[in-house]
């Protein structure tokens, strides 16, 4: 089965700023270490183009605010103008290095079918069948994901 990842990038691609934060996400971590990256994670980023943080609590959005120009900086190339930090939902950490992830179940014909069911007020046909894919797998494997707020 084909990855849903280009296809729903292609399709956030289309919205306008929400395309930026690919490589932001992608390069936070690795930009912020893993404390920040544990209690704050990017949640979107604003038509003016301020990237919205959610942090665990007010006391990291308090002390990240106070680094916004030194992350800014560790970004690069992938900074936004602006930082800006407030309490919200952050995704839990991965899994320690060395622990293998269990292999993805392919869905079967019941996720199948309530995808189908989820998606069908969905009008652009290519949008309604990645979010349908993405769906059938999301429901496939939720027995064993862990949650990601």
Request: hydrophobic share 45%.
């Amino acid at each position: 089965m084909d990855r849903v990842g280009d296809a729903v990038g292609r399709e956030l691609a289309r919205f306008g700023p929400a395309a930026g934060m690919a490589p932001l996400v992608e390069a936070w971590p690795a930009a912020v270490g893993d404390a920040i990256a544990r209690n704050a994670w990017p949640a979107r980023l604003a038509r003016d183009g301020t990237l919205h943080v959610n942090t665990s609590d007010s006391i990291w959005a308090f002390e990240l605010k106070a680094r916004a120009e030194e992350i800014r900086a560790r970004l690069g190339e992938h900074a936004p103008p602006r930082l800006a930090f407030a309490p919200g939902p952050v995704p839990e950490p991965l899994e320690p290095a060395g622990v293998e992830a269990a292999a993805p179940r392919e869905p079967g014909p019941e996720h199948v079918a309530q995808a189908d069911s989820l998606v069908r007020v969905i009008r652009d046909e290519d949008l309604r069948k990645v979010v349908a894919k993405a769906a059938a797998l999301s429901l496939a494997n939720a027995p064993d994901d862990r949650s990601f707020w």
